[in-house]
């Protein structure tokens, strides 16, 4: 019972402090399931700030599941483009297939026919159930798991599947107790609705005249479950931060048991992090009458179906014949390999990376020995390619363009020939 009244007493407290400290986030402005999904899935592994204008534009050109089902392959990777993990918009595309052809299109209700559908796991489906159709469903990402762990003194991993299942109780608990909440609590959660919603943003009115917004309708008026789970993220993401949380500020703080033992630095204890592992590539920039050489990514590999200039990894300290030797290895013999013209450094995951994009020449009539095709710079613009090989495209084309501008050309019978 004491269990009990401490979760109502944290709801309570979470779901005040929601109301004026929610950030005005567009995908809050609607209880369409879709575009909820939509933005649950961009938001994995990207930054809020990334994801808003991503999911904007999503939504102006693929605004309902039916267009997303049949959405062609290469328009859903472009409109991807830049976020990276391509598997989520491919698993996307095949779930709003599934919805299409068992629920009718409209996306299902019920928390097991949302978690049978492709590249949608126990947090995200609890996420849609909960925001989308206030049912009291748990939630558990890293914003939440930290917040959990320093309000309730976890020690241990979660990571660790024993500690990881207790968290998942715990949230579970708070989202009950926020269910069961008394009448008179209700207010700051509703009020918070109706200020995210009153937006006048185009999509926000074309929402209001929606059948699925209509159906959504009764939602509005009780979504405490939806909010509690919500102010959890948000206490994460905004004051309950990794390094330096902003305890002062957070609602809960007098029942933070890493606040009152002074051990917030220390939780969540995720053990250490895996050493970083250099990689390098080089990447082969080959022109022909102002076309490039390019191929596709193969399905089952990571990038699959994105394009790419042709390229090939090399050892960290190469030296200038090991990237010969690569250059022959990746285009054949006939290709030689000229100046470096670009570098790209990033990361994934645990890896750092290095590409550098070096200018290629066929000699004679020579031609790659790898399957690719030959696409001018506007066609290459209209194709998506992994964040690497985008910035290479990015300064080759201005390059390009630099070089027209500045170099004139001079007549020479039927051909023109750059005279600088």
Same mark, same amino acid.
């Given at each position: 019972?004491?269990?009990?009244?401490?979760?109502?007493?944290? /709801?309570?407290?979470?779901?005040?402090?929601?109301?004026?400290?929610?950030?005005?986030?567009?995908?809050?402005?609607?209880?369409?399931?879709?575009?909820?999904?939509?933005?649950?899935?961009?938001?994995?592994?990207? #930054? /809020?700030?990334?994801?808003?204008?991503?999911?904007?534009?999503?939504?102006?050109?693929?605004?309902?599941?039916?267009?997303?089902?049949?959405?062609?392959?290469?328009?859903?990777?472009?409109?991807?483009?830049?976020?990276?993990?391509?598997?989520?918009?491919?698993?996307?595309?095949?779930?709003?297939? #599934?919805?299409?052809?068992?629920?009718?299109?409209?996306?299902?209700?019920?928390?097991?026919?949302?978690?049978?559908?492709?590249?949608?796991?126990?947090?995200?489906?609890?996420?849609?159930?909960?925001?989308?159709?206030?049912?009291?469903?748990?939630?558990?990402?890293?914003? /939440?798991?930290?917040?959990?762990?320093?309000?309730?003194?976890?020690?241990?991993?979660?990571?660790?599947?024993?500690?990881?299942?207790?968290?998942?109780?715990?949230?579970?608990?708070?989202?009950?107790?926020?269910?069961?909440?008394?009448?008179?609590?209700?207010?700051?959660?509703?009020?918070?609705?109706?200020?995210?919603?009153?937006?006048?943003?185009?999509?926000?009115?074309?929402?209001?005249?929606?059948?699925?917004?209509?159906?959504?309708?009764?939602?509005?008026?009780?979504?405490?479950?939806?909010?509690?789970?919500?102010?959890?993220?948000?206490?994460?993401?905004?004051?309950?931060?990794?390094?330096?949380?902003?305890?002062?500020?957070?609602?809960?703080?007098?029942?933070?048991?890493?606040?009152?033992?002074?051990?917030?630095?220390?939780?969540?204890?995720?053990?250490?992090?895996?050493?970083?592992?250099?990689?390098?590539?080089?990447?082969?920039?080959?022109?022909?009458?102002?076309?490039?050489?390019?191929?596709?990514?193969?399905?089952?590999?990571?990038?699959?179906?994105?394009?790419?200039?042709?390229?090939?990894?090399?050892?960290?300290?190469?030296?200038?014949?090991?990237?010969?030797?690569?250059?022959?290895?990746?285009?054949?013999?006939?290709?030689?390999?000229?100046?470096?013209?670009?570098?790209?450094?990033?990361?994934?995951?645990?890896?750092?990376?290095?590409?550098?994009?070096?200018?290629?020449?066929?000699?004679?009539?020579?031609?790659?020995?790898?399957?690719?095709?030959?696409?001018?710079?506007?066609?290459?613009?209209?194709?998506?390619?992994?964040?690497?090989?985008?910035?290479?495209?990015?300064?080759?084309?201005?390059?390009?363009?630099?070089?027209?501008?500045?170099?004139?050309?001079?007549?020479?019978?039927?051909?023109?020939?750059?005279?600088?």
């Amino acid at each position: 019972m004491k269990s009990s009244l401490r979760n109502v007493s944290l /709801v309570s407290a979470l779901l005040k402090w929601f109301a004026h400290a929610a950030r005005d986030l567009p995908w809050r402005r609607t209880p369409d399931p879709y575009a909820i999904w939509v933005s649950e899935i961009m938001l994995q592994q990207t #930054q /809020v700030k990334t994801v808003i204008a991503y999911w904007a534009r999503w939504m102006r050109n693929l605004p309902t599941v039916q267009a997303l089902a049949e959405a062609r392959p290469e328009r859903i990777h472009k409109l991807w483009e830049g976020l990276g993990y391509y598997t989520r918009v491919r698993n996307m595309q095949t779930a709003a297939q #599934q919805i299409v052809a068992r629920h009718g299109g409209e996306f299902p209700r019920d928390f097991e026919a949302i978690l049978e559908l492709p590249g949608i796991g126990r947090y995200t489906a609890g996420a849609i159930a909960s925001i989308a159709f206030n049912e009291p469903r748990p939630v558990l990402d890293g914003n /939440v798991i930290r917040v959990l762990t320093r309000l309730f003194g976890i020690a241990d991993n979660p990571k660790d599947k024993a500690v990881n299942a207790r968290l998942w109780e715990l949230s579970e608990d708070l989202v009950k107790a926020a269910s069961m909440i008394s009448l008179h609590e209700r207010g700051p959660s509703t009020r918070t609705t109706t200020r995210l919603r009153s937006e006048t943003s185009a999509y926000a009115k074309r929402l209001r005249r929606d059948k699925s917004a209509r159906q959504a309708s009764t939602i509005e008026t009780d979504e405490r479950c939806s909010h509690l789970n919500q102010s959890l993220m948000e206490l994460g993401a905004l004051v309950c931060i990794p390094k330096n949380p902003a305890c002062s500020a957070c609602p809960v703080r007098t029942a933070c048991v890493a606040k009152r033992t002074g051990r917030t630095a220390e939780l969540p204890s995720l053990g250490p992090r895996k050493a970083a592992t250099a990689r390098r590539f080089a990447a082969f920039v080959l022109e022909r009458k102002g076309r490039y050489f390019v191929r596709q990514r193969p399905a089952g590999v990571v990038n699959a179906h994105l394009w790419e200039f042709p390229n090939v990894e090399i050892a960290p300290a190469a030296d200038a014949s090991e990237l010969r030797d690569a250059a022959r290895h990746a285009l054949g013999s006939g290709i030689k390999i000229g100046e470096h013209i670009y570098t790209v450094k990033h990361s994934i995951t645990r890896y750092r990376i290095t590409t550098g994009a070096y200018r290629a020449v066929a000699e004679g009539m020579a031609k790659p020995d790898m399957a690719g095709e030959w696409r001018t710079l506007a066609q290459l613009r209209l194709l998506a390619f992994p964040s690497a090989h985008k910035r290479i495209l990015h300064h080759v084309s201005n390059h390009a363009i630099g070089a027209e501008t500045a170099c004139p050309r001079k007549t020479n019978g039927t051909s023109l020939r750059r005279i600088c």
